[in-house]
């Protein structure tokens, strides 16, 4: 019976993966539901979920891509693969109303150029601090920093080794994740109450997944307005990373 559900799970990975995650998905909500009252959204208890089971499927088998070297997960790893990715980013940028882009005014853009800078300048302060020196791996931390996805991308344009790509990923899911905690919290203090607030926050800080589940769980109205300026974000940082930024990193370094 065993090796018949293994054959079944394997031979259908992306039905499986689907699962795998509808589950993980229900128990996280289920966990900030009853654990912190919904403060700590679920996205945010998925995101650690997956982290501490990626490491253990590392440690258990000695492997290199986390849980996905174990054959009963081994359908994650189409879910999580660039194809699923793009799209995802594409779909989030089709359902930006430029509209509501227009009604934020300028500063919503130049929230955008703030937000992808000081997010860089961090990220290569942190890089440097641990001893990165040279142009690649401080650019590739850096734009890491911005989002867990504009970090590869760069990394992968500019010839970053893998090591450095991974940390970019790291950087980036760090403050994912913070975001997503610290959001309710601060809201109050920042006047993040009000759509042209929430367009501002995401073009500063970016990260989708952040910005969404700190939104959520601050007011739910607020996600889409937030999500509308953090889906271009990830677009410019990936413009600029492989480009601008990385020719002002090698102009300063040599």
Partial sequence: MYESLMKVITGYGLISGFAIIGATMWISYWLSDKLTKGRLHGSAVAILIGLLL???????????????????????????????????????????????????????????????????????????????????SLTTIGTGAVTYIVGPVTGAAI????????????????????????????APYIGLNNPRSAVIFGGLIGTSSGVAGGLAATDPKLVPYGCLTAAFYTALGCLLGPSLLFFVMRGLLG
């Fill in 54 to 136: 990626s490491y253990i499927g590392g440690v258990v088998t000695g492997g290199q891509k986390g849980l996905v070297d174990i054959a009963l997960f081994s359908g994650i790893g189409l879910l999580g693969g660039a194809m699923l990715r793009d799209f995802a980013i594409v779909a989030t940028g089709f359902g930006v109303s430029v509209e509501e882009l227009k009604r934020a005014g300028m500063v919503g853009v130049l929230a955008l150029f703030i937000g992808v800078l000081a997010s860089f300048v961090a990220g290569v302060a942190v890089a440097m601090a641990f001893g990165y020196t040279d142009a690649v």
């Fill in 159 to 186: 010839g970053a080794s893998s090591e450095v790509m991974a940390l970019s990923i790291a950087a980036g899911l760090v403050k994912a994740i913070l975001v997503m905690v610290a959001t309710p919290f601060v």
